[in-house]
């Protein structure tokens, strides 16, 4: 059985504008968390755990919209990325495929996630976008490693996996199974 479970119906533009703003001003402090690996670009952040329960839980136009004005407000140098960064330099770094993989796993997830209170579904729809995610971030980092070392050889793609992947995946798997389950719980307390 599907259900619309999206938290605030917004009936206005006006409503629908502070939603999305409150959801980017969500997404700019669950950048601040950040924790930075020695031998990576990339750093841990909540971001993960944040835009994929905002994918799980809001309409498809409040999370993809949130995650439009946040990438809009980093890129027009507001310190809203991961550590206070901001600016099109950043957009444009090591970690910027992972900034336009937000968009493409927070649409999987919408169109792919039921919005049921069933765990497995949601974590399905969530295990996709994270595969998503992995695939912009690591693509964009190989690009970068590449122009940054003078081509593309198998030691540029084993080091994008190492660095931009790989000590990722258990951290980010934890993130997606928490946001799983708190959806979950408010689907199944909203569907009462």
């Given amino acids: ?34 924790f930075s690996l020695w031998f990576s670009p990339v750093p841990i952040t909540l971001q993960v755990f944040f835009i994929f329960l905002i994918s799980m839980i809001f309409e498809q136009r409040f999370a993809v919209g949130s995650l439009l004005v946040y990438m809009a407000l980093g890129t027009g140098s507001l310190p809203v990325f991961a550590g206070g960064a901001g600016g099109i330099a950043y957009v444009f770094g090591p970690t910027g495929g992972y900034l336009f993989g937000f968009l493409i796993a927070s649409r999987i997830i919408g169109l792919l996630q039921t ?25 964009w980092l190989l690009v ?12 540029t793609v084993m080091l994008a996996w190492q660095q931009g992947v790989l000590p990722f995946v258990f951290v980010d798997f934890l993130k997606i ?10 689907v199944s307390k909203k569907s009462r």
Wanted: proline share 0%.
């Fill in 177 to 186: 199974a928490a946001a799983c389950s708190i959806a979950s719980l408010l």
């Fill in 144 to 155: 970068w490693l590449a122009g940054a070392t003078g081509g593309i050889s198998s030691a």
């Fill in 115 to 139: 919005r049921t209170d069933r765990w497995g579904n949601q974590l399905l729809a969530a295990s996709l976008g994270l595969g998503a995610l992995y695939l912009c971030g690591y693509g």
């Fill in 1 to 34: 059985m599907q259900r619309n479970i999206a938290v605030i119906r917004a009936e206005s533009r006006t409503a629908y504008w502070f939603i999305t703003l409150a959801l980017a001003v969500v997404l700019a402090l669950s950048s601040q968390f950040k």
